[in-house]
């Protein structure tokens, strides 16, 4: 009598490694399908500029005076003191969304009537935002950064 050998194993590790190697091809996949977004698509340019932006933060931290900017409903409100000269203040207001950089947009600074500017928020989606408001008066370039989360 011939004893009947079991192929049970030789299946079972088969098996195995036939579903290990769906489930890696499957992550691949799922992984290269994926729109990845980074944070900014010049990252090193501004890698390499980041040590000019923490100087001007600083200084920045150094005013006497600061914008304020207010975070409403239907609008974000930014004002200046009307101790400075309004017409000799110039700059950008940088809305950056971190999870969807097509989101992103960015303003001119106008304080041509009066010393703020108001922004409707009909742009803004709702989730976290930043605002990047950097500007420049007296020939010195100053930088606020502010987050909120827009309802």
């Known amino acids: 009598m011939q004893k009947k050998k ?8 088969a098996l195995t490694y036939i579903v290990f190697f769906i489930a890696v091809m499957a992550v691949v996949f799922f992984s290269f399908t994926k729109d990845v977004n980074l944070v900014t698509d010049d990252y090193y340019q501004e890698e390499i500029e980041y040590q000019d932006k923490i100087n001007i ?11 304020i900017i207010n975070k409403q409903k239907e609008l974000v409100e930014i004002g200046f003191p009307d101790s400075l000269d309004y017409s000799k203040i110039s700059g950008k207001i940088f809305f950056y969304r971190p999870s969807n950089s097509k ?16 922004i409707s928020t009909d742009k803004l989606t709702i989730g976290y935002w930043k605002i990047h408001l950097s500007w420049e ?13 827009m309802e």
């Open 103 to 118: 989101n992103d947009f960015t303003i001119e600074l106008d304080l041509s009537t009066d010393f703020t500017q108001k």
């Open 57 to 67: 933060l600083e200084k920045t931290n150094k005013l006497n005076y600061k914008p």
């Open 137 to 149: 008066y007296d020939n010195q370039n100053y930088l606020i950064e502010e987050s909120f989360f």
């Open 6 to 13: 079991s192929s049970f194993w030789g299946y079972g590790i």
